[in-house]
């Protein structure tokens, strides 16, 4: 798991989860720092903006349907955004990072702190069975 995990900076693997910290939330928009927590989906843009692709503050549904700051490819290539759901549908779904062959960045509540799971992973726990789809943030876009 080299490359994008080696170069993950050190605050981002102490990230704690708080499901009350999501993108365009009250408390996340009075005090964005990660210190204080995040869920799945704010966690990922973070690590989406450290490494200059940052994305606007959209939730899960508003990102799989989005075409402006996105795009949905059949693979996964580092830094694409996976999202799972128990029913393969968008609204409410988590969202990970493909970090490597087989590896997903992630914050979520039953880990604490961000992990890295496999597909294998996300399909043996019901909440995150069925992966929705890949996103990867567009190339050169305005945010």
Same mark, same amino acid.
């Given at each position: 798991?080299?490359?994008?995990?080696?170069?993950?900076?050190?605050?981002?693997?102490?990230?704690?989860?708080?499901?009350?910290?999501?993108?365009?939330?009250?408390?996340?928009?009075?005090?964005?720092?990660?210190?204080?927590?995040?869920?799945?989906?704010?966690?990922?843009?973070?690590?989406? /903006?450290?490494? =200059? !692709? $940052?994305?606007?503050?959209? @939730?899960?549904?508003?990102?799989?349907?989005? #075409?402006?700051?996105? %795009?949905?490819?059949?693979?996964?290539?580092?830094?694409?955004?996976?999202?799972?759901?128990?029913?393969?549908?968008?609204?409410?779904?988590?969202?990970?990072?493909?970090?490597?062959?087989?590896?997903?960045?992630?914050?979520? /509540?039953?880990? =604490? !702190? $961000?992990?890295?799971?496999? @597909?294998?992973?996300?399909?043996?726990?019901? #909440?995150?069975?069925? %992966?929705?789809?890949?996103?990867?943030?567009?190339?050169?876009?305005?945010?």
């Amino acid at each position: 798991m080299e490359g994008l995990l080696a170069r993950l900076p050190a605050d981002l693997w102490t990230v704690p989860y708080a499901g009350s910290r999501y993108p365009g939330s009250p408390a996340a928009t009075a005090d964005p720092d990660l210190a204080l927590g995040g869920n799945c989906q704010l966690y990922a843009y973070e690590v989406l /903006r450290r490494f =200059g !692709r $940052p994305l606007p503050p959209l @939730r899960s549904a508003e990102l799989w349907a989005d #075409r402006t700051a996105t %795009l949905r490819v059949p693979e996964p290539a580092p830094l694409d955004l996976l999202l799972f759901s128990p029913d393969g549908t968008a609204y409410g779904a988590h969202v990970g990072l493909w970090a490597a062959e087989d590896a997903i960045l992630h914050l979520c /509540r039953e880990a =604490g !702190r $961000p992990a890295v799971w496999s @597909r294998a992973d996300f399909a043996a726990r019901p #909440r995150y069975r069925e %992966l929705v789809g890949v996103k990867r943030v567009r190339a050169g876009r305005p945010v």
